[in-house]
């Protein structure tokens, strides 16, 4: 089994900074793909960031030059640097990942449970 806890969830004031965290745990052969959704009251859920194995990024252009993604892959943990932080990016943030429970398994989707992030103006 495997389980993705996140942490660093918190209210913050317009302007401000956040780092999210996601660590990886459990029966875990390897980990493709890690990224970042939110999803903010009465809308869908959106891919904020994403980042490869290879550490290839990606992010939606609402963040783009104040969110930065990084990942260390020696702990399975995924992190996500918040700056600028303005109140439409108030969110419950999901963390996900492509594991890998084999060598020669197949790629299975893990969610973790969600941390609140609420930037106050």
């Known amino acids: 089994q495997v389980q993705l806890v996140e942490s660093g969830g918190d209210l913050v004031q317009a302007g401000g900074s956040l780092r999210l965290s996601c660590a990886a745990s459990g029966s875990i052969f390897s980990i493709e793909v890690m990224a970042w959704y939110r999803q903010a009251p009465g809308k869908q859920r959106e891919l904020v960031a994403t980042i490869t194995s290879g550490g290839s990024t990606n992010y939606v252009d609402s963040v783009k030059g104040r969110f930065t993604i990084s990942r260390d892959n020696a702990k399975n943990t995924v992190y996500l640097q918040m700056n600028s932080l303005k109140p439409e990016d108030t969110a419950v943030f999901y963390c996900?990942?492509?594991?890998?429970?084999?060598?020669?398994?197949?790629?299975?989707?893990?969610w973790g449970q969600g941390t609140q992030v609420t930037v106050s103006s």
């Open positions: 996900y990942a492509q594991i890998r429970t084999t060598g020669r398994g197949p790629l299975y989707q893990w």
